[in-house]
């Protein structure tokens, strides 16, 4: 169940999950948010959001898994910066749920793909997946600009008609909320970080969230915050310099960059890693990712991805790809000099959510972790970082 929240006022589009285990008061009783589907439907949903929230939703858009998948291919699938490797294969003495195989890495994912992709949380928290399918709702989006909505707004009707349930009567209704998603669609994303606890209560796992908490996320959602700069100032003072290079949290990382380029194996490559990391993070015990990726006329690229794991065991990597025109980097809000290199920075509040860098036909770029643990400083430090390295 995800909130978004459209104001051509706000600089940025809000969008919020509510945790399907929240305590809520339904009915006259506490029960998880998520029962109120399953007792009410879409109209449920909107009358406990409003009941427990404080929030007046103005449309619903309901979708099923098939249509998800349908939906997802008739849009030419979704181009996704995946963070790490996920698998799971039912079998005898396993427990079975939904199977994936995924690598880690930028690909094009498609029907089945994407809903494992966005279903998956057994090894995650349900905050994490929420972040999860909030990321692949913005990628896909990024692959259709303000123009192209516009021009593609019927067949995008027929598709919303096709394969989603909504409260929306009529083409030109659709075509209305279709007008102001291209408007939004240059803008960046904020993801509500989601205040509250998890606790056992008569034996049931719910979320909790005081309402000081509710208000809070229901603030931060209506009116998400100003994205600061990072665009670097000039100090002749190396002291102070070498200071706020400390504070950030920075470690050498060339060794360690060199080993991981080798394992590419793909002496005429550009592969750039950084020579920067933030402290506590290393790579994954799995080699580094050699492959081909897909554009969208069909024609193969080369990719690697490294992924990293941050002290807390969260998930970021380093993406390389020799594509000229991928759809992830026309997510940018910002471009910035830092040395010799020319960044571009793409928002998520006042979080970065992913810095990239384009040099001689290929994009590489830094990917935060799904909860935005790393800070802005120490993405942009790793990225300004990055050096080339032979395979």
């Not at 698998?87 to 494992?116: F, R, V, W």
């Not at 060199?258 to 990391?277: F, S, Y």
């Not at 807390?312 to 992830?328: A, F, K, T």
């Not at 990239?356 to 036909?361: I, L, Y």
Request: charge should be positive.
């Amino acid at each position: 169940m995800i909130l978004l929240h459209l104001d051509p006022d706000q600089p940025q589009v809000g969008v919020m999950s509510i945790p399907r285990d929240l305590r809520i008061q339904l009915d006259g009783r506490w029960q998880k948010f998520n029962a109120s589907y399953e007792l009410g439907g879409a109209s449920g949903v909107v009358g406990a959001i409003k009941q427990n929230l404080g929030i007046r939703v103005n449309h619903v858009f309901e979708i099923n898994f098939g249509a998800f998948s349908r939906m997802v291919d008739a849009l030419g699938c979704a181009y996704v910066d995946v963070d790490r490797r996920y698998y799971h294969k039912n079998g005898p003495g396993q427990d079975n749920y939904s199977e994936i195989n995924l690598q880690p890495g930028y690909q094009k994912l498609c029907g089945t793909q994407a809903l494992q992709f966005v279903r998956f949380r057994h090894t995650d928290t349900d905050y994490l997946r929420s972040f999860r399918q909030q990321d692949f709702l913005h990628q896909l989006s990024a692959q259709f600009g303000p123009s192209q909505l516009l021009e593609q707004r019927e067949q995008l009707i027929d598709l919303l008609s096709q394969h989603m349930r909504t409260d929306l009567r009529g083409r030109w209704e659709i075509a209305d909320l279709l007008r102001l998603l291209a408007f939004s669609a240059t803008k960046p994303t904020y993801q509500v970080p989601w205040q509250g606890s998890d606790q056992i209560i008569g034996g049931v796992w719910y979320a909790l969230a005081t309402p000081q908490q509710i208000r809070s996320n229901v603030r931060l959602w209506e009116n998400p915050p100003q994205i600061t700069s990072h665009k670097q100032k000039k100090n002749p003072n190396k002291r102070r310099s070498q200071r706020r290079q400390k504070a950030v949290g920075m470690e050498n990382t060339a060794g360690w960059s060199k080993e991981q380029a080798h394992k590419i194996g793909h002496p005429d490559w550009q592969v750039w890693l950084p020579t920067k990391r933030p402290i506590g993070s290393y790579y994954s015990d799995l080699s580094p990712r050699a492959y081909q990726i897909e554009d969208t006329l069909g024609n193969m690229h080369p990719a690697y991805r490294a992924t990293l794991i941050d002290q807390n065991g969260n998930n970021w990597g380093i993406q390389g790809v020799g594509w000229d025109n991928p759809p992830l980097v026309r997510m940018v809000h910002e471009t910035v000099r830092v040395g010799s290199k020319q960044l571009q920075y793409y928002w998520d509040g006042k979080k970065l959510r992913y810095c990239a860098w384009q040099h001689n036909g290929w994009w590489y770029w830094v990917s935060n972790t799904l909860g935005r643990n790393l800070s802005s400083s120490q993405v942009i430090n790793t990225c300004s970082s990055l050096a080339q390295f032979r395979s």
